[in-house]
């Protein structure tokens, strides 16, 4: 596939109906190494851009990813201020509905590790009563390190074909990438949110807001408090501006 690098990140710029017939491949052979799917939006990208140690950690973790994705309408304006390729935004929440969905239709097995242990019981509910022929089981995300053991135990027993982790970022990836070989599923990926979603104590933003790329607006009118991080929006934007100046004058 494609790629385009935004501040050091390669960007998969496939459509959507591309990647997802991908993943749909990579989830259903087994015999392929497990893959770590990351969709990214722009405070990821910025996460990953500083030079402390974790980032350029966080970094490293990001370029073993088999695949990277346009999950914000941020990373698609900075494609366009590059004159990049990036068709479309190819988020989480989408490729977890329809890869729940395929696994659905292949009778798979798929484990949720993350969110407050409430909601990750609820999503549970939710999905075995959605996709009555897939194979759910789940772990909430409020553990140390002594209970990552066990964490990681439950998920080799279970042998999932599909991992979504939802710890938030960069926590979720980490723990992907430190387990990925042991674990060896064939498919994981970070989902930050999501599982709150599944569990319907947690709306997502309205179709149309969805299509139009201003997502990000409802997050910020439901949750004021990620007025922090929505910041981060214009700083990628303009470190991507001055990126593009540094080529046009070189």
């Known amino acids: 596939m494609e790629q385009q690098y935004i501040k050091g990140i390669p960007f998969c710029s496939s459509k959507y109906n591309e990647v997802i017939n991908q993943l749909k491949d990579w989830l259903s052979d087994k015999r392929e190494k497990p893959r770590f799917i990351v969709t990214a939006n722009p405070e990821i990208v910025m996460s990953a851009k500083e030079t402390s140690a974790q980032s350029v950690h966080f970094k490293n973790i990001l370029l073993s990813a088999d695949l990277i994705t346009a999950d914000g309408i941020g990373v698609i304006i900075g494609s366009k201020i590059l004159n990049g390729q990036l068709k479309e935004r190819v988020t989480g929440a989408d490729l977890t509905h ?126 004021p408090k990620r007025i922090k991080r929505q910041l981060i929006l214009p700083k990628f934007l303009l470190s991507v501006l001055a990126e593009r100046v540094r080529k046009i004058t070189n």
């Open 98 to 223: 329809d890869l729940i969905d395929y696994c659905n239709q292949n009778r798979y097995r798929v484990f949720l590790f993350g969110a407050a242990p409430e909601n990750n019981e609820k999503a549970i509910e939710n999905l075995q009563t959605r996709f009555p022929h897939a194979i759910f089981q789940g772990r909430h995300g409020f553990v140390d390190k002594e209970q990552m053991e066990e964490v990681k135990a439950q998920i080799k027993q279970f042998q999932p074909n599909l991992l979504l982790v939802g710890l938030g970022s960069p926590k979720q990836e980490m723990f992907i990438y430190d387990n990925l070989q042991e674990l060896n599923v064939p498919l994981s990926i970070g989902i930050g949110g999501m599982i709150d979603i599944l569990s319907g104590n947690v709306k997502r933003a309205p179709k149309v807001m969805r299509d139009t790329g201003t997502e990000w607006l409802y997050r910020l009118i439901t949750q």
